[in-house]
């Protein structure tokens, strides 16, 4: 174990050295989860609930194909393969997705008892069930429209840093052959930030690609659509999941200890 330090720059450099040997040794997983995106995306609106479980799959599967591939253990045919890796990654993706629910959940509340508080307390007769009275109420309360603005935000900031401290959940689960979830919060303690800066780093071609396929998207018409959903795979499944996936390999080598993460513990 080293010292557990985390560096921004090694960090990025972890996740962009890794991409070719990553993509050279997982293309069959890679290639599946790309297909399987385009395909979804073709799904009329009634079946969106088939389309989600789709791509929640995708994911694992790529996930399994490349942390398996980092931790040494059986890559299958070109990373294509589903086996106990992929099943725990779901339970991880899971289990993850209800605690950030919950969490919203609470959030949500929260921020309302806030808004309504700062309407109520700006206008007596407020009536909530109308839109422009929260518009006035809001607009007219001075300070308490900062609070009131500021809340949702706040609340952004809490999910987005709890993901943060899950993120090495996958790479903890396939190491160590059980669904980590809560019991890997430890492992980010101290270097949320750099974790976070580092994969934002490593997903801004990703953010800038998205930005100019929607202008161009506007500017081609409908008829594109179908070719920017097939780049957005590639660039997510191809270039986003190695680069993002070695990151945190990095991190969790760098973080992992006896200590640091009891092995029985989900």
Not at 43 to 54: E, F, M, N, V
Not at 226 to 231: C, E, N, Q, T
């Amino acid at each position: 174990m080293t010292d557990g330090s985390v560096a921004i720059g090694a960090t990025v450099r972890a996740g962009v050295s890794g991409l070719g040997p990553s993509v050279r040794a997982c293309w069959a997983a890679l290639l599946a989860a790309v297909v399987l995106s385009i395909l979804t995306r073709a799904l009329p609106p009634a079946l969106g609930g088939l389309a989600l479980l789709a791509e929640i799959a995708a994911i694992a599967l790529v996930c399994g194909a490349l942390y398996r591939r980092a931790f040494g253990k059986p890559a299958g045919l070109a990373g294509l393969r589903w086996g106990p890796d992929e099943w725990r990654l779901l339970g991880v993706q899971a289990l993850i997705a209800v605690f950030l629910f919950v969490v919203a959940a609470v959030l949500i509340l929260v921020v309302g008892a806030i808004a309504l508080g700062v309407a109520r307390a700006n206008a007596p007769g407020f009536d909530a069930t109308s839109s422009q009275a929260w518009k006035d109420a809001l607009a007219g309360s001075g300070p308490g429209a900062i609070v009131a603005g500021a809340s949702p935000l706040l609340g952004l900031a809490v999910l987005i840093w709890l993901a943060v401290r899950l993120s090495l959940a996958g790479a903890a689960s396939v190491d160590q052959s059980g669904v980590r979830v809560l019991s890997a919060f430890p492992l980010t303690r101290g270097v949320t930030l750099q974790v976070l800066a580092a994969c934002t780093l490593l997903a801004a071609p990703v953010v800038a690609l998205v930005a100019l396929s929607s202008l161009v998207g506007r500017w081609a018409g409908p008829g594109f659509d179908g070719a920017l959903a097939a780049l957005g795979a590639i660039f997510g499944y191809v270039y986003l999941a190695p680069v993002w996936t070695g990151a945190l390999v990095h991190v969790y080598r760098r973080r992992h200890g006896p200590a640091a993460l009891p092995s029985q513990e989900v």
